[in-house]
Structures are given as C-alpha cells and as structure tokens.
C-alpha cells in the first residue's frame, strides 16, 4: 500500500469543495444546484467505496480520464494525442461494449468522475448513450465543440453529469491558428447556444508562451464568463513535439499565472483548476493512480495521458486487477523523488526512467514530432 496517504484525505476534501462551490455558483438556477448538490452526496458514497478498497489494498483514484477514441476532425499545431499517436502499441479501439462495462466497474469501485478524451470522444455516436445509464458520475468532456449540434446539445441538457469543456487557444488569431480557420467563430456559436439552452459547460485553455497573456487577461475572462462558461481548465502546455520547447512558461509566466487564477476565483462566478499548478496542495503530481489514470483508446492503463506506457490492458483484464499494474504501484512508491520540472511535468521529463520501470517487451522508444506555429 502507498506509504503516503494523507494527501487521500486532502484531495476528497478538495472534491467536496469543488461540488459545493458549483452549488454556490448555480444558485441562481435551482435546477443546477440541485444536481450539484445531490452530487455531493454521491461523490461521498464513492469516496466511502474508495476507502474500502484501499483497507483492502487495492488504490481506486478519484478519476479516471478516458481516450474514448484516437480519431478526430481537426489536426491541431501542439495535440498531445496526436503526438502520442505513434508511441503506443497499435490496437484496436474499446468497443461501446467494452466501455459501458468498464464505467460499471469503475462506479462500483468508488470513481467519482471519468474525464471523456480522444482524439474527439464525440466521434463515438454511443457515448452519450452510455453516459446517461450511469447518472451518480461525473463526465466532464473534453472536445473541440465542432460536433456539437442540436442533437447533442440535446443530450447534454438531459444529462447534467455529463460536463461539456470546449478547447480554446485564447483569441481569434490565436485559436485558429492552432485549430484552423474559422474555428473560433463557429465556438463562439456553439457556447452562446449552450448558454441559452442552460448548459453547464467549461473551456480548457492550454497555456503556451504565447497566448498567456491572452488567458490571463482580466477582460478574456470575464468575456467567456459572460457567454456562459462555468469552468476553466488551465493546462500549462508540455513539450511534447520538436519545436515546441519555446511554448512552455518561463518561471516568470507561470508566477503570474498562479497569481491570476488566485484572482479569477475571488471575482468570477466560475470554477478554475489550474494543471499542474493545484497539484501541489495534494504533495505533487497525481498520476499513476495517486489521483487518475489514464487509459488509452486501445485500453491500455497508463500512468498519465503524458506518459504513454503500460503493462496492463482493459482489454485483457478487469479495471480492478488494472489498478494493481506493477507501473502504477512502482511510480507512486518513488514518488516522494519525482519533482515537478520546467514545463510541469515530470513523468514526460523522466520518460527513460518511466519506460524502464516496463518488462522489456513492454518498452517503447519515444520519438518526438516537429510541429510548426505561424501565429504572432
């Protein structure tokens, strides 16, 4: 069993407050609030789940974050899942019968939210099928809203567990830059209609060297609060392909953007998780099953979606014999020496040390890809 475990404690708090303060801010539209509300009580029958299983021996995370496809519509500059593309074993995709029986058992094991990823996961036609069998969890779902049609919204304002989070880069110039022509606009539709349809929806924002000053600009804020946005990811960008090393923070920029969100929390009726920046509260990073797992389009359970290895597949066994993966277990018995690095993540920064914790026909090489970026 993990020797440190007091940071268990500190993030089922942190989960508590998390729920109570999208009560607080829902207030005005008792509908939301209610959901919320009665979200907190589920999520704290899961976290009693949890604690079970951990007397037992066995480590259940809070959250598991699910690459629900590698296939997507767009070819974004910087896209981790693409980059990662080519590093992990070919296999075939989690069939939806696959993944309904895998959220079965990730509920009965006590996980409070699985985060919906690809690729675009809206690609899967069935998974808001799926998601809405399974109303005591939380989906937040990341996608790049081009999908997003009257149907779906539809399905997500039947489905208030299911948390829509649009990708933006920031402004005009700077979204399409990354994402294609006419991208921001058409997002821009897309949330205004959620906004009007009662929608509880976030933005994720990757923060690079160049747009920081964009996402942390007081009245880029307010304005996507005023269209209706509820949550913000803040992901600090990770090298992950040739030619990206100058969009990660300097230590200067992220200072400043610790103190911002510190800022948008106390003025903005809206909920900022910062990544990896509010890691430190629960003693680091917490992959590898210290707070998630990632697990992979083919099934794979990997430490995180920024360290493509593992040597335990969905495919193959149960999500509870899973979670006991000797990767896992043997990355949070060291943890204590993994700390956080320039570009905020250490699992990518020790990747050889990673790959080496494998059986050797589980090892990989790790290639990096040359991206490009055109905008100033």
């Known amino acids: 069993m993990e020797q440190d475990s007091n940071y268990i404690n500190i993030l089922n708090r942190a989960i508590t407050v998390f729920f109570k303060d999208a009560a607080r801010i829902t207030l005005r539209e008792p509908s939301k609030a209610l959901f919320f509300l009665r979200t907190l009580w589920w999520q704290r029958r899961a976290a009693q789940k949890r604690q079970k ?42 069939s939806a019968h696959r993944l309904r029986s895998l959220v079965s058992e990730a509920q009965q094991l006590g996980v409070s ?19 809405r069998d ?30 829509p989070i649009i ?6 110039c700077e979204t399409d830059e990354r994402r294609g022509a006419g991208i921001y606009k058409r997002l821009q539709g897309v949330m205004e209609k959620m906004r009007a349809e009662g929608i509880f929806f976030g933005c994720s924002l990757t923060i690079t060297r160049s747009n920081v000053a964009t996402i ?25 392909e040739e030619g990206t090393d100058d969009w990660v923070l300097t230590d200067e920029q992220r200072s400043h953007l610790r103190q911002k969100t510190e800022a948008f929390r106390t003025q903005f009726p809206a909920l900022f998780i910062a990544i990896p920046g509010d890691e430190g509260q629960y003693g680091g990073c917490l992959a590898a099953g210290r707070g998630f797992v990632h697990i992979s389009a083919g099934g794979d359970v990997e430490p995180c979606p920024a360290s493509p290895f593992s040597d335990a597949s969905v495919q193959k066994t149960s999500l509870r014999e899973a ?50 970026s055109e905008c100033q």
Request: glycine fraction near 6%.
């Open 53 to 94: 299983w951990q007397n037992e021996d066995l480590h259940v995370p809070p959250i598991l974050i699910m690459s629900v496809t590698n296939k997507c519509n767009l070819r974004c500059k910087g896209c981790i899942a693409f980059a990662h593309r080519e590093r992990r074993p070919a296999a075939r995709e989690l």
């Open 113 to 131: 939210a699985i985060l919906l990823a690809g690729g675009e996961p809206l690609i899967r036609k069935e998974l808001l099928a799926i998601t």
């Open 134 to 163: 399974f109303p005591s969890i939380v989906f937040p779902l990341i996608t790049n809203g081009t999908l997003i049609d009257d149907a779906v919204m539809r399905q997500f304002k039947e489905q208030r567990n299911v948390i």
């Open 167 to 172: 990708s933006i880069e920031g402004d005009e």
């Open 216 to 240: 942390t600009d007081m009245n880029f804020v307010k304005n996507l609060v005023e269209v209706g946005t509820r949550l913000f990811l803040l992901l600090e960008y990770v090298s992950f």
């Open 323 to 372: 979670l006991q993966s000797n990767l896992l277990q043997a990355i949070r018995e060291q943890h204590g020496s993994l700390n956080e690095t320039e570009g905020g993540c250490v699992l990518w920064t020790e990747r050889e040390w990673v790959r080496s914790l494998l059986p050797p026909k589980e090892s990989i090489t790790i290639p990096v890809r040359p991206v490009g």
